[in-house]
């Protein structure tokens, strides 16, 4: 007799599916590579910065790129390099610590909201309607004028105003969740509305949840860096490339290597956050066809 070889085709989850899909997207795989290195280089900045970020050559002053200075000078004879190498230090711990605070603070307001409806929701989103007009740039310069520039601050100040569009969001997708059978099961089991808001309600929303938080980190990023830029973020002889970019806007005619560099570390973090935060936002679509 002969045997028959039935071909069974291994099916895929979810998230593998996405991971596919996210894989398919250059420009999204080109953001993530960009933004690895990034973090990489912030990382190992302590081990391979060619020299220390405060160190001076007042006799050097501002040199243009040469093979001592891959990046130039600035004109207390500061290494460029360097200088921007541990800026990324600072610039990607501010977004990823402020969108950490933002996250956990926007979830759970969201959620809690989403979930128990009624006058608690309607009292919770008009806190957050009250909060959203608010100037909030002006709220976190408030902050640093009366408490002084620190940067556990920073990332405190940033983070409780960049919580308001997650809630939002959140909310959303909750309230088109909430009355399915899983949350009516757990319900029946008499599990807590905690419980039930942390085990089954926010895990079931983690996509759109994700895909802010790719587009809230570059906000922050640039919220960061306009403070710095307006003298009211990471003081010297710290550096961020906010602050780099402000102090070579100052001499931009005559050494304009000094805005250029931390400039473009700025602008292709952003750029790969963004492409990244897009790509995820496609592989995670549940309409997207499976190919």
């Known amino acids: 007799m002969n045997e028959l070889n039935i071909n069974i085709e291994k099916g895929t989850s979810l998230t593998q599916d996405a991971f596919i899909r996210l894989r398919k997207n250059k420009m999204a795989m080109i953001g ?26 007042l006799e050097l002053g501002a040199t243009s790129p040469s093979q001592q200075h891959w990046l130039g000078t600035d004109v207390l004879g500061r290494d460029q390099l360097t200088r921007i190498m541990y800026g990324s230090r600072v ?16 979830v759970l307001w ?50 409780a105003v960049e919580w308001l569009t997650m809630a939002r969001i959140v909310r959303g997708q909750v309230l088109t969740i909430k009355r399915q059978e899983f949350v009516e099961a757990a319900i029946t089991m008499g599990l807590s509305p905690w419980q039930i808001i942390t085990r089954h309600l926010i895990p079931n929303v983690l996509g759109p949840i994700i895909v802010y938080t790719t587009l809230t980190i570059p906000s922050v990023i640039l919220l960061e860096s306009f403070l710095s830029f307006l003298g009211l973020g990471i003081q010297p002889p710290q550096s961020s490339w906010g602050s780099l970019i402000s102090g070579g806007t100052e001499t931009m005619e005559e050494y304009p290597w000094l805005l250029v560099f931390p400039g473009l570390a700025l602008s292709l973090t952003l750029f790969s956050l963004n492409f990244l935060g897009d790509g995820l936002r496609d592989a995670l679509d549940p309409r997207a066809s499976k190919d």
């Not at 590579?33 to 405060?54: D, K, S, V």
């Not at 610039?91 to 926007?106: E, Q, W, Y």
Request: charged share 5%; hydrophobic share 65%; net charge negative.
């Open 110 to 159: 969201g959620a809690t909201a989403g979930f128990l409806g009624g006058r608690v929701d309607a009292i919770m989103m008009r806190i957050v309607d009250a909060l959203y007009a608010l100037p909030f740039t002006i709220f976190i310069i408030l902050l640093t004028v009366i408490f002084g520039s620190s940067m556990l601050l920073l990332f405190l100040a940033i983070g």
């Open 91 to 106: 610039s990607l711990m501010v977004g990823f610590i402020a969108t950490a605070v933002a996250l956990l603070i926007g």
């Open 32 to 57: 993530l590579c960009i933004l690895i290195f990034f973090i990489a280089i912030a990382l190992l900045t302590p081990l391979i910065a060619p020299y220390t970020y405060e160190g001076q050559n």
